[in-house]
């Protein structure tokens, strides 16, 4: 069934820009305040009052626009786009309709598990906005009233309108996982789902090859010379997290599916619909129509000066930007070596992980090494420990140290995870972790004399080593490893091995 | 520049204007009143003039980032109708 039918996915994304006032007035953007205790004038909408835009927040816009290899045109304005909603108190949002600042981008997105083909998103338009409040519903139950919460109202946003690319729902998913990779990157958003500074709307229809049932549809122009025909497009809201974007997609696909062949409608011929996602159900639910409200009536806001941009600021933004996780990610794969898993790790712990490695691995001279390290041991006690590289007390040089030296054999391999840790305990080097623990390194003459001696006192071992099971040698390296716990065994194995071989 | 009963009846629909027929017949005659004298602009030739996107050649205007003081809540909720000294309360928002 899955082969019947093409899903086609289009993303409007909202990122909430990292700026600590309003886009428009000097509100705080502060998250989780008491309702209605971060508004003014402005941005409750009161006669008279006048906005002036955020400077930080058309910055943010721009950077993340150039990091999206957007097209910035040299001017761009803000429109009022007019509706009725109690969560908008000026009766219009602060939007841009036709000369957005930022148009035709893209951004390329790969499945390390290679269930995809790596492929180039392109973006639409990216525009800078203001958000609206936030109706609380429950916390009024019962009263038949909505109480309504402005601190929302003017927050900078920018919407992110995918061209209609995507075609699976893991496919969303990792969109949305690479733009908030990049988002982050750049400093311009938390993207934090659970407090709305990123929120994700889809539209999704089928294309549904014409089979000899539903030709095209003799005189109707947009039918001739198509292979395909296409289902009706749903929104879909309401989605709290990326996966349940994915959830929430897969569903309508098979939902759209089973509605085209009950109805045989086709794109057109109903109104688009809204959908809202039900993640503890699972299903997506329909939602009242706005029929009438998509007459926004957008005209230019008197109230703001257009902004221009030259090519040498682009260019400057540009420059600003570093290096990019895609650049980054070819960076660590093919400069390093390292699979595309490792690099995918390392990447998704942000940029302060990433050059930790580069220095561990630059200085150890061993990029895999440097790789397991880090994405091993790491994180996972920075993990345990909740805290972060800075206050980890252990340096890139130090742990560069331990890597060189486990290689040299100058730290015994089998102990050096307990070097590791002792290293950060204590915030010391590799000498007085050695030393602390009582490690010292035994050089090849100690390891043979050992090998000798043992030996010696087990005449069996030799016998059944040269009867063909050289497994027997296993008997040894544990009393040796009595005897001197800084052993390597595998090494000690080698040894024994050899002078068993040697005295023959 | 005539404009239509039901042109009427879907602004004020968007408005959120409930109108009684009286109103809509004496509401209809007005706007197209209103209308017809913004339309006698058309009359001016417009070739080779670029459109504008503001009154005022200025571009540019921008406050810095740094926040300052909101109104205290009672102020903020002074105005409104029907509040329950933390927010705004309006008929139920339903459908969402």
């Known amino acids: 069934m899955s082969e019947t039918y093409t899903t086609i996915i289009g993303l409007e994304v909202h990122v909430q820009l990292a700026t600590d006032s309003k886009l428009f007035c000097g509100c705080s953007t502060r998250f989780g305040a008491e309702p209605n205790t971060q508004t003014c004038p402005v941005c409750i909408g009161m006669p008279g009052t006048l906005p002036v835009m955020n400077r930080r927040a058309f910055e943010l816009a721009l950077r993340t626009a150039v990091a999206l290899d957007c097209e910035i045109p040299a001017f761009t304005k803000w429109d009022r786009k007019q509706y009725y909603y109690p969560d908008l108190p000026k009766n219009y949002q602060i939007s841009q309709y036709d000369l957005p600042m930022s148009q035709h981008g893209h951004l390329d997105i790969r499945d390390p598990k290679g269930a995809f083909a790596t492929k180039r998103v392109r973006i639409l338009r990216a525009h800078l906005e203001e958000d609206a409040g936030k109706s609380l519903h429950d916390e009024v139950a019962g009263k038949g009233d909505s109480l309504i919460d402005l601190n929302r109202t003017g927050t900078p946003l920018l919407e992110i309108v995918t061209e209609p690319d995507l075609r699976s729902p893991l496919e969303a998913k990792t969109f949305l996982s690479e733009l908030k990779l990049l988002l982050t990157y750049i400093g311009v958003s938390d993207c934090n789902m659970q407090e709305g500074s990123l929120r994700v709307d889809a539209n999704i229809n089928l294309h549904i090859p014409a089979s000899s049932t539903d030709p095209p549809r003799p005189g109707c122009p947009s039918d001739q010379g198509k292979h395909t025909i296409a289902t009706p497009i749903v929104e879909i809201k309401n989605m709290n997290s990326f996966r349940a974007v994915e959830r929430a997609l897969e569903y309508e696909a098979g939902r759209l599916w089973h509605e085209w062949q009950e109805t045989h409608r086709k794109l057109g011929e109903v109104p688009k619909l809204t959908r809202g996602w039900d993640d503890v159900a699972g299903v997506t639910r329909g939602q009242r129509s706005k029929e009438e409200s998509s007459d926004y009536r957008y005209f230019p806001d008197p109230d703001l000066a257009p902004v221009t941009v030259s090519p040498a600021e682009v260019e400057l933004v540009r420059g600003s930007l570093g290096e990019l996780p895609a650049a980054l990610r070819a960076r660590l794969q093919d400069g390093f070596a390292l699979s595309s898993y490792d690099a995918d790790v390392l990447i998704n712990q942000g940029q302060a992980v990433v050059v930790y490695f580069l220095e561990v691995a630059e200085s150890a001279g061993d990029a895999k090494a440097a790789a397991n390290w880090v994405t091993q041991d790491v994180l996972r006690v920075l993990k345990e420990t909740n805290t972060t590289l800075d206050s980890l007390g252990l340096p890139a040089a130090r742990l560069a140290e331990l890597i060189r030296q486990i290689k040299l054999g100058d730290v015994p391999g089998p102990r050096a995870r307990e070097v590791f840790q002792a290293m950060i305990e204590r915030r010391v080097d590799v000498a007085a972790a050695l030393e602390s623990l009582g490690i010292a390194a035994v050089d090849e003459s100690e390891l043979i004399a050992l090998a000798s001696k043992l030996l010696a006192a087990n005449p069996k071992t030799i016998s059944d080593v040269r009867a063909g099971k050289a497994q027997a040698v296993g008997a040894l390296i544990g009393q040796a490893k009595k005897q001197n716990p800084n052993i390597d065994p595998t090494r000690f194995r080698e040894i024994c091995l050899q002078l068993i071989e040697t005295a023959l | ?96």
Not at chain 2, 71 to 88: F, I, M, Q, S, V
């Open chain 2, 1 to 96: 520049m005539s404009l239509s009963r039901v042109e009427v009846e879907k602004v004020a629909l968007l408005s959120r204007l409930r109108l009684s027929d009286a109103e809509l017949d004496t509401i209809t005659a007005d706007l197209a009143k209103i209308v017809g004298y913004v339309d006698q602009l058309a009359e001016v030739s417009t070739e080779g003039v670029e459109p504008m996107a503001h009154a005022i050649e200025i571009t540019n205007v921008f406050r810095d980032d740094s926040s300052s003081e909101s109104l205290p809540r009672e102020e903020a909720l002074a105005n409104a109708p029907h509040h329950d000294t933390r927010g705004y309360l309006v008929p139920a928002v339903l459908g969402e």
